[in-house]
């Protein structure tokens, strides 16, 4: 079953803890994207990487880090530096060069305990 | 930053009625494509018009684009109970290659049955 997998759906963090928020696919899609959304908002580009080994800062990315080891997986870490991470975040992503649209997971909701 | 803006913010219709939502943004674009988001689910894409295009149908969908007003809308005939969720544009800005997708604050639409 083909898809975006994004891992846990709920997550706490203690105050000073980094959080890692796993997403994988199994699309064979070359392109993956983190988004943040807040209550009601709109979505906000944190990280983004078009091909293995290599990924972008988005407009929010302080306080975030990603790593893009293997082609199905796009982690991101949620660090101490943040200090404000309550947010639904949503990974995506996009088969290649050419092609547009995005497949987005089911999301990862993190709250500060 | 976000580039694009939706309005209204929210909408409540009765089933039958059709909704229209408007999306506007502020930099020149390569395409934009509107998505649905279920609450608390991800993004499921709709449908995507070129910067060459001025409108566009799918099924009950119509999306216009008027690139010198940099502003779309999306219309949704016929609506159903199930159209129930937020809808957001997103654009993907030039140069051409960059897949940098930037969202905007969506719009809520409520069908009453």
């Known amino acids: 079953d083909g898809g975006i997998t994004q891992s846990p759906k709920y997550l706490f963090r203690k105050e000073g803890q980094n959080v890692t928020l796993s997403c994988e696919q199994n699309?064979?899609?070359?392109?993956m994207y983190w988004y943040r959304q807040d209550p009601g908002q709109g979505l906000r580009l944190i990280y983004y990487?078009?091909?293995?080994?290599?990924?972008q800062k988005g407009d929010i990315a302080e306080g975030y880090s990603v790593s893009r080891e293997k082609k199905e997986s796009f982690p991101l870490t949620v660090t101490s530096a943040q200090k404000n991470p309550t947010a639904f975040y949503l990974c995506?992503?996009?088969?290649?060069?050419?092609?547009?649209?995005?497949?987005f997971g089911s999301g990862t909701q993190l709250s500060v305990l | 930053s976000q580039q694009g803006e939706e309005d209204p913010q929210a909408l409540s219709i009765q089933e039958g009625e059709n909704a229209t939502m408007n999306c506007s943004y502020k930099?020149?674009?390569?395409?934009l494509q509107w998505y649905r988001q279920n609450s608390g689910r991800g993004l499921v894409h709709l449908i995507l018009?070129?910067?060459?295009?001025r409108e566009k149908h799918s099924g009950r969908l119509r999306v216009t684009l008027d690139t010198s007003k940099k502003s779309s809308s999306l219309l949704i005939t016929a609506s159903r109970a199930a159209d129930t969720a937020s809808y957001f544009c997103a654009t993907d800005a030039p140069p051409s290659g960059t897949y940098k997708y930037i969202f905007g604050t969506g719009t809520r639409l409520k069908v009453l049955a």
């Open positions: 930099t020149s674009i390569n395409n």
């Open positions: 995506a992503s996009r088969p290649g060069q050419g092609h547009e649209k995005l497949f």
């Open positions: 018009i070129r910067s060459n295009e």
């Open positions: 699309l064979n899609h070359d392109a």
């Open positions: 990487s078009q091909i293995v080994n290599d990924f």
